[in-house]
């Protein structure tokens, strides 16, 4: 089993920034990707970032490009999500994902609301 713990949520003015962590804990497991994720009220969940565990590969949703930075520390293995420039459409709850296999984001974390006022 595993277990992502997020943190470094909270409330920001428009053009601030916040910094994300997610810590991934468990025994004998893998890890293919990670990627973060948000929820608005009364809107479905949506891609935000994600990150190969080996290698450099990211992807971005277009949202958040230029603004967003997704990096990780393997021997922590804990995912990082830097946000700047953030805008009030930026409030959600921010979930971070474990993949094991491409695609398959089978762990979530509890969440952590991001809140951006104007």
């Known amino acids: 089993q595993v277990q992502l713990v997020e943190s470094g949520g909270g409330l920001v003015q428009t053009g601030g920034s916040l910094r994300l962590s997610c810590a991934a804990s468990g025994r004998n497991f893998n890890i293919y990707d990670m990627g973060w994720f948000r929820q608005a009220p009364g809107k479905e969940r949506e891609f935000v970032a994600r990150?190969?565990?080996?290698?450099?590969?990211?992807v971005y949703a277009d949202s958040v490009k230029g603004r967003f930075t997704i990096s990780r520390d393997n021997a922590k293995n804990t995912v990082y999500l830097q946000m700047s420039g953030l805008k009030p459409e930026d409030t959600a709850v921010y979930y971070c994902a474990l993949a094991r296999s491409l695609g398959q984001y089978n762990y979530w974390g509890q969440g952590t609301q991001v809140t951006v006022s104007s």
């Open positions: 990150i190969r565990w080996s290698g450099t590969n990211t």
